[in-house]
């Protein structure tokens, strides 16, 4: 026998509903916080799946997963209390977030702030679990995320699909916010032509210089004359001015 849990103290509701829920699975399975412990590989410890039901803070993703699924509990449940609970914590310091809708959005920043908004409804896990949970490598590096989130850069569409799966949405919602996506970057691209268009009307004219016309080939007798000799002409010398007979000495009285 174990030492008795104490009472659930969480102060929101989304967070006491993930732990009384994952202590009901562990009583529904009948085994304590060592036999999780042992059933999970030992990839945690008694203690913090211990501590992952005292409704205190919000634990972390893998934990709450791995917890279900020693308990035989359906994991894709636990991961939404958990992000309900995440998501609370973040409304209660930000009281006007919210998820805009797909179909309301129409320029790069409406398309980040929405992103960036669903990014904590679906409980804001660190950018390199949700590298790790795309897949593939490269398919959604944490950088890219960061620069998203920072509103530095745009995801593209498959690093948008990436992280709609990550995030669990699918079917319709999915389908939404590619179409908003393809909408913004169609967007992005007629203004960006016509910021061009409008810089190169605006762009000073350098003037067209004059060509000369260029030498005709000479024909019929011309062509076969020879070319003219050029005369050496004698360079012209202006003549120098005669010097003064010297003067005869007057002779004296």
């Not at 009583?27 to 205190?56: C, K, P, Q, V």
């Not at 998203?148 to 990550?166: C, E, I, P, T």
Request: with cysteine; aromatic share 6%; hydrophobic share 40%.
């Amino acid at each position: 026998m174990g030492r008795p849990e104490r009472p659930v103290a969480a102060a929101d509701p989304a967070l006491e509903k993930l732990a009384r829920w994952l202590r009901d699975r562990r009583h529904a399975a009948g085994l304590t916080h060592r036999e999780l412990a042992r059933r999970s590989g030992y990839a945690f410890s008694d203690t913090t799946f211990s501590r992952a039901t005292t409704g205190t803070r919000v634990p972390r993703l893998p934990v709450v997963e791995a917890y279900a699924r020693a308990c035989g509990a359906p994991v894709e449940h636990a991961r939404g209390l958990w992000r309900a609970a995440r998501y609370a914590a973040y409304r209660r310091r930000h009281p006007g977030a919210d998820v805009p809708r797909p179909d309301s959005v129409y320029n790069r920043d409406e398309l980040i702030h929405a992103l960036r908004q669903l990014y904590h409804q679906a409980g804001a896990m660190p950018l390199d679990e949700m590298e790790r949970r795309a897949g593939r490598h490269g398919e959604l590096p944490h950088s890219t995320l960061h620069r998203m989130l920072a509103g530095r850069s745009l995801l593209d569409l498959q690093q948008l699909d990436a992280f709609l799966r990550v995030c669990d949405v699918t079917g319709g919602e999915w389908e939404q916010w590619c179409l908003a996506w393809r909408r913004v970057r169609r967007r992005h691209e007629v203004l960006r032509a016509g910021d061009r268009l409008t810089r190169t009307l605006r762009a000073p004219t350098a003037p067209v210089p004059r060509r000369l016309p260029a030498p005709t080939e000479p024909t019929g007798e011309a062509a076969s004359a020879p070319p003219p000799v050029a005369l050496a002409m004698p360079l012209f010398r202006r003549p120098r001015p005669a010097r003064a007979a010297p003067r005869a000495p007057v002779p004296r009285a």
